[in-house]
């Protein structure tokens, strides 16, 4: 009885088994981008091999390359609220369409997108059944646990809407005063708005200072 091989075992007997980028294959890679953009890569592995000597990694290889690790405009800093909404709110509407999706979540490569959601959605099941989760158990209740993580970052939302809110009204509230500070001059006079003329405003300050309400409709500045 035969066996079936693998991918894997395919690839290592054809001399294509996975190996570790090198620096010198990362700068070629670079420069090989700036000679020729992002959408030629067949020929800038074709390339690798006649500029730089460098063999054994396909267009498909090099694009990956770039894109998920050597390309700078990567975002590799944590995810934040809205991303994630965006990433959730979009998969509901178009599935697994990790490209799409990513150009409404600029500097995040599909695969950080793809890899994003299957952590978020195992975490989730998690959280939901009280335990790990296999790839047909995360396909069979995909709904309700994206469902709840919208839910989930919903709230979040509008916890942060709500203190931003508070955070603003505890602003207005409060009384804003000129700094007199640098104009304390004997017989100098202060304009100060009308409703400040009842304001319990001291100065520890030798000298004397007249200070008199004006009329709320006098755009003159202080002076």
Same mark, same amino acid.
Request: a neutral charge; glycine letters at 6%.
């Given at each position: 009885? $035969?066996?079936?091989?693998? @991918?894997?075992?395919?690839?290592?007997?054809?001399?294509?088994?996975? +190996?570790?980028?090198?620096? =010198? %294959?990362?700068?070629?890679?670079?420069?090989?981008?700036?000679?020729?953009?992002?959408?030629?890569?067949?020929?800038?592995?074709?390339?690798?091999?006649?500029?730089?000597?460098?063999?054994?990694?396909?267009?498909?290889?090099?694009?990956?390359?770039?894109?998920?690790?050597?390309?700078?405009?990567?975002?590799?800093?944590?995810?934040?609220?809205?991303?994630?909404?965006?990433?959730?709110?979009?998969?509901?509407?178009?599935?697994?369409?990790?490209?799409?999706?990513?150009?409404?979540?600029?500097?995040? $490569?599909?695969?950080?997108? @793809?890899?994003?959601?299957?952590?978020?959605?195992?975490?989730?099941? +998690?959280?939901?059944?009280? =335990? %790990?989760?296999?790839?047909?158990?995360?396909?069979?209740?995909?709904?309700?646990?994206?469902?709840?993580?919208?839910?989930?970052?919903?709230?979040?939302?509008?916890?942060?809407?709500?203190?931003?809110?508070?955070?603003?009204?505890?602003?207005?509230?409060?009384?804003?005063?000129?700094?007199?500070?640098?104009?304390?001059?004997?017989?100098?006079?202060?304009?100060?708005?009308?409703?400040?003329?009842?304001?319990?405003?001291?100065?520890?300050?030798?000298?004397?200072?007249?200070?008199?309400?004006?009329?709320?409709?006098?755009?003159?500045?202080?002076?």
């Amino acid at each position: 009885m $035969t066996k079936k091989r693998t @991918k894997s075992a395919k690839k290592e007997s054809s001399g294509q088994k996975r +190996r570790p980028w090198t620096p =010198k %294959e990362d700068a070629a890679i670079r420069g090989l981008v700036g000679e020729n953009g992002v959408k030629q890569w067949t020929l800038i592995a074709e390339n690798l091999y006649k500029k730089y000597n460098i063999t054994g990694r396909s267009g498909k290889q090099c694009r990956e390359r770039w894109h998920n690790h050597l390309n700078s405009g990567i975002i590799k800093q944590p995810w934040t609220l809205e991303e994630e909404y965006t990433l959730f709110f979009t998969h509901q509407k178009i599935g697994n369409k990790w490209a799409e999706i990513s150009q409404d979540i600029p500097g995040r $490569t599909d695969n950080s997108i @793809k890899n994003h959601f299957y952590s978020t959605v195992r975490k989730f099941y +998690r959280k939901l059944y009280g =335990k %790990e989760g296999t790839s047909e158990d995360l396909k069979y209740n995909l709904k309700q646990i994206t469902d709840s993580v919208l839910d989930n970052l919903n709230s979040e939302r509008q916890n942060l809407i709500n203190e931003e809110k508070l955070t603003s009204d505890s602003i207005e509230d409060t009384p804003i005063f000129p700094d007199f500070s640098d104009m304390i001059i004997t017989g100098q006079h202060i304009k100060m708005p009308q409703d400040w003329a009842y304001q319990d405003l001291s100065f520890d300050m030798e000298q004397e200072v007249l200070i008199y309400p004006i009329s709320p409709y006098d755009n003159s500045q202080f002076y």
